[in-house]
Structure formats: C-alpha cells, structure tokens
C-alpha cells in the first residue's frame, strides 16, 4: 500500500534538501521543524545512517482549516516529506499521501483540504524534479 508521493532526483543530498524547501515555499508551505535523522542518530545512539531530512511542512490556512472541522487532525500535522540517501547513492524526495493520510479520519469535510495538498505536494515533487533533472523511476 502506497502512502507517499516520490521523486528521484539527480542532484546532490543537499541541494535536493534546499530545493524542496523552495518548492514547498512556492506552494504556500513553512518548513515548521527540520529533522537530521543522521545526526540524531549519530548524537543519540552513535550509530551511522544515510542523510536522510524529515520537514514537516504546514500551509497555515489549510491547517487553519482542517483543524477547525477536525480538531484531531492535529496528531496528522504536520505533512512530513522526506530527503534521503539510498544505499546506492540514490536521492529521494519523497511526501505523505495527503489523500491517504486524511483518509484515516473518516471525516468528509477534510476531503478537499487533502485534494488541494495532494495538487500542491505533486506540483512539489514535480517542480524538484523539473529543477533537479530527476531520473526515470525504473
């Protein structure tokens, strides 16, 4: 069962973290945290991992909105998209399923908040991979 949004991309770890930021920024989110998986867990358990970035990303009017119709909806918040490393070098972008996400609050109302964020993470994933000349998925 699919439950994100991904995008390879050809560019470096970094510049894919950065361009990200900037897509989303385009579409009206804020990185709200910014989570070095890596470092955290190089700090916390002294253990290596790939780069891998959570940003959770927050459009303040759609969560102005959805939390207004469901205020549970807060636990779901906010949407998580993700930069990281494969073990081959590889670098993903890749976003929560707004529609999939939404979908476990069983709340109608939320349903076209999450058809807009779902336009808005592919109009993302789209732009990153237009900026980044992204690689076909094989």
Known sequence: MAYTMRQPVAADFDEAVETTRTALED???????????????????EETFQQYRILGACNP?????????EPDLGALLPCNVVVYETDDGAVIVSAVDPDRLIGMTDNDALDAIAADVSDRFERVLSAIGDELAAPSEA
């Open 27 to 45: 579409e009206g989110f804020g990185v709200l945290c910014d989570i070095d998986v890596q470092a955290t867990f190089e700090e916390k358990l």
């Open 61 to 69: 009017a759609l969560a102005h909105e959805g939390l207004g119709a």
